[in-house]
């Protein structure tokens, strides 16, 4: 159940990310009724262990992909 989960999430980031509506920590712990801690270290996972390519954006806040998936 909990890979099922977790692949729901990153499949949802991911739709999130490319439609341009800068997902970030807060709306994935609204989304998924989680704790944004919770949703910030599943983002950190796609960045640093999955190599998504996101990137911080001060102006958006949220993390935008940073190059072509």
């Known amino acids: 159940m909990g890979d099922q989960l977790y692949l729901e999430r990153f499949v949802w980031f991911d739709h999130e990310a ?24 599943s983002i950190d996972h796609f960045r640093d262990r999955l190599h998504a390519p996101l990137e911080y954006d001060k102006s958006n806040i949220p993390f935008p992909f940073a190059g072509k998936i």
């Open 18 to 41: 490319r439609k341009e509506r800068f997902p970030n920590a807060n709306k994935r712990g609204e989304h998924f009724e989680i704790a944004s801690k919770t949703a910030q270290r």
